[in-house]
């Protein structure tokens, strides 16, 4: 196992340039949310995702073992935010690697704080 010199690892990150249509299906985005979680090492507890209506983006969280993984979309602005915060063995960068995969963002902004 390894030993982390903090509790968790916050990794925040700006998606811009995501195709609008990646953006809106809160089904897709819980799956891939999941299974980013998982291709992390974190075990889900549960998930709750709401999808804003026509054209609208997707809010959704999560829970985690580990701690959490959320997504705030905006289709109309090619853009998501995307907060993954785990702690332990989990590592959030495979995470975020998955999500990059599955969104296809044209740009990727990236802060990682040690918490704890």
Same mark, same amino acid.
Do not use: K, N
């Given at each position: 196992?390894? *030993?982390?010199?903090?509790?968790?690892?916050?990794? %925040?990150?700006?998606?811009?340039? *995501?195709?609008?249509?990646? !953006?809106?299906?809160?089904?897709?985005?819980?799956?891939?949310?999941?299974?980013?979680?998982? +291709?992390?090492?974190?075990?889900? %507890?549960?998930?709750?995702?709401?999808?804003?209506?026509?054209?609208?983006? *997707?809010?959704?969280?999560?829970?985690?073992?580990?701690?959490?993984?959320?997504?705030?979309?905006?289709?109309?602005?090619?853009?998501?935010? %995307?907060?993954?915060?785990?702690?332990? +063995? +989990?590592?959030?960068? !495979? +995470?975020?690697?998955?999500?990059?995969?599955? %969104?296809?963002?044209?740009?990727?902004? *990236?802060?990682?704080?040690?918490?704890?």
């Amino acid at each position: 196992m390894t *030993v982390h010199a903090t509790p968790g690892r916050h990794v %925040l990150a700006d998606f811009r340039g *995501v195709p609008a249509a990646r !953006l809106t299906d809160a089904e897709a985005l819980e799956r891939q949310m999941t299974d980013a979680a998982r +291709a992390a090492g974190a075990q889900v %507890l549960s998930a709750h995702f709401h999808h804003f209506g026509a054209g609208a983006g *997707v809010t959704g969280v999560v829970m985690l073992s580990e701690s959490h993984i959320s997504i705030h979309s905006w289709p109309e602005h090619q853009f998501a935010a %995307l907060d993954i915060f785990m702690c332990g +063995a +989990a590592r959030p960068e !495979l +995470a975020l690697d998955f999500l990059r995969a599955a %969104l296809s963002p044209e740009s990727v902004q *990236v802060t990682t704080v040690a918490r704890g």
